[in-house]
């Protein structure tokens, strides 16, 4: 049988008869069907090491030992080369907003993330890729890429072996790096020379 | 040095909301009504829960007709233990269930004390929730019909 593709089939059309008990019913036009897999994390040696150090407001990423970058958060092994990192870096709670979004939309039970907010990619001081943070106590119609960030933490008595120990990242006031490579935006750093 | 294991949990979900267009939206609207819809083939069969194409034709199914909220088990499987956000927090059956005035069946609990309980051909009703929301859930689940007799 041949069908016309433009015309849309009756059951997708609203086409239907309902039994007479449906008749007045206000119908149904959308259903929450949430996937959701519930685990038990264990973070391994690498991001351990990272999380015990959290405790202490310190934050640790490691080095690779064929190209020299630092990798934070560490997962003990380059992922550019798969070699095994085995030296802590320490580094510093400074670095630079290499990328942001503003998102305008809230989240179903995220009620601690209150639009509009703004989260980017933080490249820390000494360190060869960035990672995703909040960026907070500013307008977030004010970010922009290079702004330099300053990690704010909680408060000593609530520090956990955990990466909310960070609540977000604030603006220092320094002047914006000057970010002349747009096209590396979101990748490593190349190794130093 | 013998060092504790750092772990916690890690919960990943996606809270998907899905059209349901008027053949699902029409079974679920049931639901929420206390009534169990399925869908008539050209035929004459009806199809339980509803398909929105003849699975056989592909044709378009559009008349939505109400069927019984007693039937019959097809198959069963004991779940000894049941898991997180299961229909019941303690052992009950997944059963195939093929309700008065359909000719397929679905696929939902069916609250007995033991696997002794359940067997191929025995007669269930429906449970329902006081709330409804128009959700597959809004039916508890299905009980022996001899727990209860019908009133």
Known sequence: METDPLVPPAALSGEVTLPPALADAEPVQSVCTPIRLSYTYTPGRALSRYLRAMAGKRILGERCPVTGQVFVPPRGVSPLGGTATSESVELPDTGYVESFNITRVPIERRPDLKPPYCSAWIVLDGASVGFLGLVINIAPEEVRIGMRVRAVWKPDDELETSAANILGWEPTGESDEVITDYERIGRADPPPS | ?151
């Open chain 2, 1 to 151: 040095m013998v060092t504790e294991v750092l772990q916690a949990p890690l919960v990943l979900e996606y809270p998907f909301t899905r059209s349901t267009g008027p053949v699902i939206g029409a079974f679920l609207t049931g639901l929420r009504e206390g009534v169990i819809c399925g869908v008539r083939r050209a035929d004459g069969t009806v199809l339980c829960p509803p398909l929105e194409y003849d699975p056989l034709t592909a044709d378009p199914l559009t008349e939505l007709v109400e069927v019984q909220q007693s039937g019959e088990v097809l198959t069963w499987a004991w779940n000894g233990e049941p898991r997180p956000m299961q229909p019941f927090d303690r052992a009950f059956a997944w059963a195939l269930i093929r309700l008065d005035g359909a000719d397929t069946s679905m696929l939902h609990a069916v609250f007995a004390d033991s696997p002794s309980g359940m067997s191929t051909g025995m007669r269930v009703r429906a449970v329902w929730r006081d709330e409804r929301e128009g959700h597959i859930a809004d039916i508890a689940g299905f009980e022996p019909e001899t727990q209860r007799p019908s009133e």
